[in-house]
Nanobody, 117 residues
Framework: QVQLVESGGGLVQAGGSLTLSCAAS????????MGWYRRAPGKQRELVAV??????TNYADSVKGRFTISRENVKKVYLQMNSLKPEDTAVYYC????????????WGQGTQVTVSS
């Protein structure tokens, strides 16, 4: 089992910045990918950014050039969000993908990010 705890959400004005953090504990030795997803009101959950255990990254087109995902080995993953827009308002979820003993996703409880115009 993997436990994920997010922090860093809040209210910010458009153009501002926030950094989200996700701390992992438990059976993290088989983590292959870490990432951030978000769900805006009335919308489906969508991928924001992912980083592999090897360090390769991938971003949603809507956040490229504004958001940066980074990690501290597999114990922590961060999302630096700059130039925030009102459309970035959502609940942000940390996600870990483990390959053993079975392949499965783990999710944090979510942290609210609200960007005011």
């Amino acid at each position: 089992q993997v436990q994920l705890v997010e922090s860093g959400g809040g209210l910010v004005q458009a153009g501002g910045s926030l950094t989200l953090s996700c701390a992992a504990s438990g059976s993290i030795f088989s983590i292959r990918r870490m990432g951030w997803y978000r769900r805006a009101p009335g919308k489906q959950r969508e991928l924001v950014a992912v980083i592999s255990s090897g360090g390769s990254t991938n971003y949603a087109d809507s956040v490229k050039g504004r958001f940066t995902i980074s990690r501290e080995n597999v114990k922590k993953v961060y999302l630096q969000m700059n130039s925030l827009k009102p459309e970035d308002t959502a609940v942000y979820y940390c996600n870990y993908f483990s390959s053993a003993p079975i392949e499965r996703d783990y999710w944090g409880q979510g942290t609210q990010v609200t960007v005011s115009s």
